[in-house]
């Protein structure tokens, strides 16, 4: 009973914490939490980061796939639903065979996805649990926070200040939605489904533990095949009748230990003396197996009324016009440009070192303060992060997502080192631009550069008088995205920035 508890505060701790690191859209929670990302499984191997793989390895040969239960969040999730799914009956649960047919099938289409064509990041439990959490938790979380902002401001406080909810589009939230819901729906019907079939994590680390020194095992002497402890093990992995338990798919959850009480099942030293079974023991009363409540339907109840709450704020705030000009006219929101090369972060050496690190778990989606970073909706790239000036530009000084991304899809960098980074170089659009469309006076884009890439020149060389438009110096310009992002033309800005495949230091 002890070491299920443990297990579980354990278990509740990394959840939360590492699901607030995909809440927070500030960027502090990272300066302290940060290495919990770092330590997820995938990440780690695409990061190359040889310490924390050489952990978990060893963690699981000793322990057995403890990282399944405790450190990987969709782990602790699936637990989550699979309570629910418990309720419906006292044992839901029974034994049966590994299909290691499909868990092994399903680990070599992984592998070649990811070697071919980089595609990790569809089966990557951590990135599966990143993403829900980014596209459905964090707009309520924001929602809550302008809640509380509100508050405070009438009592004179700035404890919470208010941001604008912004949903990432309609594909990132289908995508992100189906996938969570499909693991919840197998977790709650099966337990750890997922986990056992089809996680390729859960498939690798599962040869592993095969060989752990600590196993769950079964004391023939003790045991009176009363199946109580398979029909309550999740994973379905105990053979009562065999007084066998599969290591390879045991998560090491230890809600088998205290449903027997002759104590015939325990996390023992698996390459001890085993016991001897010498006399059979007749079937006992079991204790039975205490209902908790049924709080289900109040919880979706409230999720759901919360949901919608958020998503009406966010309607009527989006149907709403934005004016100017004391309310006389209309701003027209801007468009999204057609750019041959999508935009790669700084710090992630260009598009195809991106596209084979990451695993689209949208941490740096939610930390970036400037809303530049959202999710792709190329199939070659797809919910991998790209850049985007509509909403904001991306900073000089700001490397948030360098120092947040547990894959090394982004590489750490400084400030320094990004304001010497090209990403791209902007392109003017000459039928855009106000001066030559609307006979004004602008040069928003060159008072506003950071590298100082644009200079103002006559749009009649003859003329020193005439009216001046920009001139881009290509070797300059870092493709920060400032120039597209506070030009006044629209929907599509006059200048804009177009990605480079390679990045490179000026």
Request: aromatic share 10%; hydrophobic share 45%; with cysteine.
């Amino acid at each position: 009973m002890l070491m299920k508890r443990l297990r579980q505060i354990s278990a509740a701790v990394c959840f939360t914490l590492v699901t607030l690191l995909f809440l927070d859209f500030t960027g502090a929670i990272h300066l302290w939490l940060g290495w919990l990302a770092k330590i997820q499984f995938l990440p780690a191997v695409l990061a190359l980061n040889a310490g924390v793989i050489v952990f978990l390895v060893l963690l699981t040969l000793v322990f057995g796939r403890v990282y399944c239960s405790v450190i990987c969040p969709l782990g602790v999730f699936q637990d989550l639903a699979a309570r629910f799914g418990h309720r419906r009956k006292k044992l839901p649960y029974a034994f049966s065979e590994s299909k290691s047919w499909l868990r092994y099938g399903v680990l070599a289409v992984f592998l070649v996805l990811a070697a071919v064509f980089h595609a990790s990041a569809w089966l990557d439990p951590y990135a599966i649990y990143g993403r829900a959490a980014n596209a459905l938790l964090q707009p309520l979380w924001m929602w809550g926070n302008n809640v509380l902002a509100y508050f405070a401001e009438r009592m004179n406080s700035y404890a919470f200040y208010s941001v604008e909810v912004w949903m990432k589009g309609a594909a990132v939230f289908a995508v992100s939605f189906v996938m969570i819901l499909a693991v919840a729906v197998l977790a709650w019907r099966g337990g750890r489904t997922y986990c056992n079939a089809v996680c390729p994590v859960g498939t690798v680390l599962g040869m592993l533990s095969r060989f752990s020194l600590f196993r769950i095992t079964v004391d023939t002497s003790k045991c009176n095949g009363c199946t109580l402890c398979a029909r309550n093990c999740k994973a379905s992995c105990i053979d009562a009748k065999a007084h066998r338990v599969d290591a390879s798919r045991c998560v090491m959850c230890f809600d088998c230990l205290d449903k027997c009480s002759r104590g015939a099942i325990g996390y023992r030293f698996a390459y001890g003396k085993k016991a001897v079974r010498t006399e059979p023991v007749s079937a006992g009363r079991q204790k039975p197996v205490s209902d908790e409540g049924n709080g289900r339907r109040a919880f979706i109840a409230g999720t759901a009324v919360m949901f919608a709450s958020a998503v009406s704020a966010q309607v009527a705030k989006k149907v709403e016009p934005v004016k100017m000009d004391g309310g006389l006219a209309d701003i027209i929101g801007k468009k999204e440009p057609v750019r041959a090369t999508p935009l790669a972060p700084p710090g992630s050496v260009g598009a195809r070192h991106m596209q084979a690190h990451c695993t689209a778990c949208q941490l740096c989606v939610s930390v970036c303060p400037n809303e530049v970073l959202r999710p792709s909706r190329r199939l070659d790239t797809f919910m991998q992060p790209y850049l985007s000036y509509e909403r904001g530009y991306c900073r000089p000084e700001c490397t948030k997502c360098s120092e947040v991304c547990p894959a090394g899809a982004i590489l750490k960098i400084s400030r320094a080192d990004k304001s010497s980074i090209q990403i791209g170089h902007a392109v003017w659009v000459k039928d855009r631009c106000i001066p030559l469309t609307d006979g004004q006076e602008c040069g928003n884009c060159a008072r506003h550069c950071p590298a100082g890439a644009i200079t103002m020149i006559p749009s009649d060389p003859s003329d020193p008088e005439s009216l001046k438009i920009p001139a881009v110096d290509a070797e300059r310009c870092i493709g920060c995205g400032a120039c597209e992002y506070l030009c006044p033309a629209r929907p599509l800005s006059a200048i804009y920035v177009e990605g480079h495949e390679v990045h490179r230091v000026i």
